[in-house]
Every structure is written in structure tokens, then in C-alpha cells.
């Protein structure tokens, strides 16, 4: 069985009486087959669905990969530059008022400050 074609944060699945229906592959928790496969979902939902296991597995990891690949896809002209961390291109230190320079600080820029420290 071939998959729909699909657009949007869903998969679509089949149930058992050939109705169609779309699920959040993010609130999938497991998939079982015994013998029918069942998909459960995070609240606690169940779907008993027409797919095998592997074309479950397989269209979650088409999902995921759309995803990873509209997001590589993407330009920094396409959406707003957002920026977490504070150095050489963020804007505000290029509007700051200027200190006397030191020799050192026109060879190296000063290292990104990340927003939340980095240690566990």
C-alpha cells in the first residue's frame, strides 16, 4: 500500500473500514502489530490501523525527514535572521558606542555569548 501524498505536521493512516484519517507523528509513542497494527499515542489514545508496522516506521521517517529538509531548505531571506547568541553579528554591537579599540580587539571578534550557560 502506497502512501498519500501529505502536507502539514500529519501522516495520514487508514483504519480498519477504509476511512482515512491524519495523526501528529510527534504524539505517536509506540506502534504495535498483534496481529492488527495499533498505534498509541501519547494521551493515551489508541488507532487500530490498516498500515503495517514498517510503513508506519516508514512514514514517520518521511516526516521527519520533510521537515529537516523544508528547514534546510530555508534562506535568510525567507524568514526573519533570529539569533541566540550575542557576538560578532549581532546588531546592538555594532550599534554600541565605540571604547578606545584595542590592538587585539580589531584581530579577533569577540566570542559568541550563549543565552543559557552551556554546562549540564
Given at each position: 500500500?502506497?502512501?498519500?501524498?501529505?502536507?502539514?505536521?500529519?501522516?495520514?493512516?487508514?483504519r480498519?473500514?477504509?476511512?482515512?484519517?491524519?495523526?501528529?507523528?510527534?504524539?505517536?509513542?509506540?506502534?504495535?502489530?498483534?496481529?492488527?497494527?495499533?498505534?498509541?499515542?501519547?494521551?493515551?489514545?489508541?488507532?487500530?490501523?490498516?498500515?503495517?508496522?514498517?510503513?508506519?516506521?516508514?512514514?514517520?521517517?518521511?516526516?521527519?525527514?520533510?521537515?529537516?529538509?523544508?528547514?534546510?531548505?530555508?534562506?535568510?531571506?525567507?524568514?526573519?535572521?533570529?539569533?541566540?547568541?550575542?557576538?560578532?553579528?549581532?546588531?546592538?554591537?555594532?550599534?554600541?558606542?565605540?571604547?578606545?579599540?584595542?590592538?587585539?580587539?580589531?584581530?579577533?571578534?569577540?566570542?559568541?555569548?550563549p543565552?543559557?550557560?552551556?554546562?549540564?
Amino acid at each position: 500500500m502506497s502512501p498519500a501524498p501529505r502536507k502539514g505536521p500529519m501522516i495520514a493512516v487508514t483504519r480498519l473500514n477504509g476511512s482515512r484519517f491524519a495523526v501528529n507523528p510527534d504524539l505517536v509513542e509506540r506502534v504495535q502489530e498483534n496481529p492488527d497494527t495499533t498505534l498509541v499515542m501519547v494521551g493515551g489514545a489508541t488507532y487500530v490501523v490498516r498500515e503495517s508496522l514498517p510503513e508506519i516506521i516508514a512514514l514517520i521517517a518521511d516526516f521527519r525527514a520533510l521537515v529537516i529538509a523544508a528547514a534546510q531548505s530555508l534562506t535568510v531571506g525567507e524568514v526573519p535572521q533570529l539569533s541566540v547568541l550575542r557576538g560578532e553579528n549581532d546588531p546592538r554591537s555594532a550599534t554600541a558606542p565605540a571604547s578606545s579599540p584595542s590592538p587585539t580587539a580589531a584581530t579577533s571578534p569577540t566570542p559568541p555569548t550563549p543565552l543559557r550557560p552551556t554546562e549540564h
